[in-house]
């Protein structure tokens, strides 16, 4: 097993394991049959796309597993999104655990498919920009892509991350953990604003496809 791959299954461990203590230990139980298949499906899409990306793509991989901004106004965004990431789990959590919310099974499997849809329209940009790394960064043989997803909306990547932030409330039975999902939002629309501002500045081009595709995270909205 070479370093790459070690690195990636140490990651994908902690990462569930960190998961599994954010919604087991606020909801105080084990038996939140909600949370075990939000684990499921979310396990599931991180491992097959970390899959494809080992066999097609290390150096994205690689980029991916890479979670240091070097940027000083991305560091400070990086940070609130984790905290406020988190806290989706967390209150979604307590919303369990003292029962504020009763959330229909269907409602509940509709979460579930809109996490697995967010992953599938990350793991598209993915496949089609190898340079879709976890920080904001220009590469030395860093070039604009321009097709696929990235033909349509400027930030294929961060549109799948708001469906999967919205399916994750539902998908754990809680109304309330969708009072984070605007907060988050913004978070995300102030780290995507500003990445487009550096690209602007170190990307040859970037400027031009950004009059190309006038829509960053919503065709025709916005």
């Known amino acids: 097993m070479n370093d790459l791959a070690r690195k990636a299954i140490i990651g994908l461990i902690q990462l569930i394991i960190g998961l599994g203590v954010l919604l087991f230990v606020p909801a105080g139980t084990i038996n939140f049959w909600q949370a075990w298949a939000y684990l499921f499906v979310f396990g599931a899409s991180v491992v097959l796309i970390f899959a494809y990306l080992y066999k097609n793509d290390r150096k994205l991989l690689e980029r991916r597993l890479n979670r240091t901004e070097k940027e000083k106004s ?13 806290g989706v789990f967390i209150l979604s959590s307590l919303d369990h655990r003292f029962l504020w919310s009763d959330v229909p099974f269907t409602v509940v499997m509709g979460g579930e498919v809109l996490v697995a849809l967010g992953y599938w329209v990350i793991f598209i940009a993915l496949k089609e920009n190898t340079f879709a790394a976890s920080t ?10 321009s097709t696929g997803p990235y033909a349509i909306i400027r930030h294929p990547m961060y549109s799948g991350a708001i469906v999967m932030l919205l399916g994750t409330p539902l998908a754990l039975g809680s109304w309330r953990g969708l009072l984070i999902f605007i907060p988050i939002t913004f978070l995300i629309a102030c780290r995507l604003l500003d990445e487009e501002k550096l690209l602007s500045q170190g990307l040859s081009g970037y400027k031009e496809y950004c009059q190309k595709v006038p829509y960053r995270l919503i065709p025709f909205i916005w």
């Open 136 to 145: 904001i960064e220009v590469a030395l043989d860093h070039k604009v892509i």
């Open 74 to 86: 991305q560091k400070g965004i990086q940070f609130y999104i984790y905290i406020t990431y988190m």
